[in-house]
C-alpha cells in the first residue's frame, strides 16, 4: 500500500467505508483481465485433454488427421502455420521499417502524415475483407500472372513446382504480409519518433549522409522498439484466421512447394470445429488451439517487453 | 574527399529504396480499398438493407438481418465489455503503483494480442456448452471480451491525462474519494473514454472468427438471444466462399458497409478525441 493510500484511508477512518467498497469493485473489474487469460487456458487445456491423453506427443509430430477414423496428427497445421507467418515476416519487415523510415525521416511533414494515416486507416480494414479480395482479385491474378511465371523461370526450385493453384501458400504468404505491413509500419514509426534529435543532430555534424545518420544513429536506437514491432507482427499473422482460410487452399499437407495448398492452425479450428461431431475432434481442435495460444503467449510477452524496454529509454531520453 | 562519391551515391540509392519501399507498401492497400469501393457500390440498393438473403441462384436479396445482428452483438458486447473495462481502467489509473495494477496493464496487453479465434473457443467452452447450442449471447460474450482490453487501455491512458489537482480540489471540499473519481476524474476523462469505446467497436464490427462456432450465423431473422444469430462479417465469409456470382456481389456489397460503418465510428472516435485536446 502505497503512502497517498495511507493518508486516504487514515482520513476516512471511522466514516462510511465508500472508498474500501469502490476499491473493491473496481479491482474486481480489473481483475476480470487475470481472470479470462487463465479461464482461457485452464478451460482449453480441460478440453483439449481427452486428446492429450490419446496421442500424446504424438499428436504434433503425426501428420494423420482424419475425423472418421479418430486419428488426428497436427504437424501440417503447425508446418504451415509457421512456414506462412515466417516467410510474411521475412517480406514485410525490410518494407515496414523503409516506409516508416521514409513517414519519419524523409517525406515533407504533411506527406509523411497522410501516408502515415492512409496506412492506420487500411489496418483497419477487417480480416474478412482482406479474404474477399484475396480469393476474388489476388487469387485468380496469381494463377494467371504470376505462377506462371514463377513455374516458367524459376521451376527447376522445389519451391515453385506444381500446377498453378491460384489458391496455396504463395497467396496466405501475400495476404499475411498485407495485414502485417501496417501494424510493424505504425509501431516502428512510433519507435524511430522516439529517437532523440540530438543523436540524429550529432551524427550530422560529424558530417554523415542522411542514410549514413539513419544508420547509425537512428536504427541503432530504435532497434529493440523495431524488433518488439516485428515480433508483435508476427504475433498478428500466427493468429490471422479468416483472410488465410480464404486464400491458403485448406488442404493439410506438408510440401515445399509455396505453390501448393496448405493449412495453417487457426484455418483448421475455423472450419472444423462448428461441426465436429466427435468428442476426440474438437478436443484435437482445442489441442491446436491451445498450441496456438501457447505461441502468441510466448510472442507477445516477448514483443511487450522489448517495446516495454524502448518506451522506458525514451521517457529517459526525451522527445522530439 | 575519399569515398565522399560513393558515400552520396550509397545516400541516394538507400533514399529511392526507401520510396520504392513505401509504394510497394501502399499500392496493394489502396488496390484493396478501390476494389471494395468500385465492386461494393455497384451491390447497393434499397433491397440490400431491407431484405435477408435468397437462396442460391435466385438473384436479388440483401443482407438487412447481418446488419441488424451484427448491431445487436454489439450492442449486448458493449453492454459487459464496456463498463468492467471502464471500473478495471478506474483502478489501473487511481491505484496505480502498486504490483498487481501492473500485472493487470501486462495482462491486458497480451490478452489484447491473443487470436480472435481462440476468444471464439473459450466463448465456446463457456457459454455454447453450458447452454446446449450456439447462440447470439455466446457470439456477444466473445466480441465482449475483445472489447475489454482495448476499453481498459485507452480509458487508463484518459484518466491519467486528468490533471490532479482537479482530484485535489474535489477532496478539498470534502468529497470522499470513490465520489471525487466517479463525479470528477471520470467525467473530465468521458471524451477521450467515448473515443477509447468507440474504437473498441469498430475493430469488433469486423471480428468474424470468434462468431463462427458462437453466433454462428442465420440465413434468417432470429427471434431470439439463445438462437444463432447472422452478423455481417459472418455473411461476408459464407458468401465469399460460395460459387454463385450473386452471391460475391453481395459479399463486396457488405463489405463497402461494413468498411463504411467502422470507418464513420473511427472519424467519430478521432473528432471526439480532437475535442478533447483543443477543450
Redesign the interface.
Known sequence: ??HD?EV?DAR?AG??D??R???G??????????L??L??AA??A??ALPAMKRFGWKFVSGSDWDAVQGSFGALPYIWGSIVSSALAIIAAT??????A???TE??PRKLGGA?AS??E??A??????????G???MAPWLQKTVEPFLIEHFGFLPLFRGPPYGVGMLAAIFIIM?MI??II?SITKEVLLAVPQSQKEAAVALGA????M?RMAVLPYGRSGILGAVI?GL??A?????AVT?VIGNTPQISLSLLDPAYTM?SV??NE??EATSKLHSSAL?EI?LI??AL??I???T??VLIWSVTSKQSAGGRR | MNGMRTRSIKNVGMMLLMGIATLLVLTPLILVFYQIVKMGAGSINLAFFTQIPNPPGETGGGMANGIAGSAILILMASIFGVPTGIFGALYLSEYEGNRLASVIRFSADVLSGVPSIITGLVAYTLIVVPMHGFSALAGAFALGLIMIPIVLRTTEEQLKMVPVTLREASLALGVPFWRTTLLVTLRSGMKGIVTGILLSIARVAGETAPLLFTSLGNQFWSKKLTEPMAALPLQIFSFAIAPYDDWHRLAWGGALVLVVIMFVVSLAARWFGREKSTG
Do not use: C, H, Q
Open positions: 500500500m502505497s493510500e486516504r476516512f466514516r462510511f465508500g472508498d467498497i469502490f476499491k469493485i473496481t479491482l474486481g473489474f480489473a481483475l476480470t483481465v487475470i479470462i487469460l479461464l482461457m478451460g482449453m480441460v478440453e525490410p518494407l515496414s521499417v523503409g516506409t523510415i521514409f513517414i524523409l517525406a501516408i492512409l496506412v486507416l487500411l483497419a480494414i477487417p480480416s474478412v475483407i482482406y479474404g474477399l479480395w480469393v476474388v482479385v498485407i505491413i501496417p509500419t549522409t542522411k542514410w549514413e539513419i508483435l504475433g498478428r500466427i493468429g490471422e484466421t479468416m480464404m487457426p479450428i475455423a470445429f462448428a482445442m488451439g496456438l495460444l502468441t503467449l510472442i507477445n510477452i514483443a511487450r
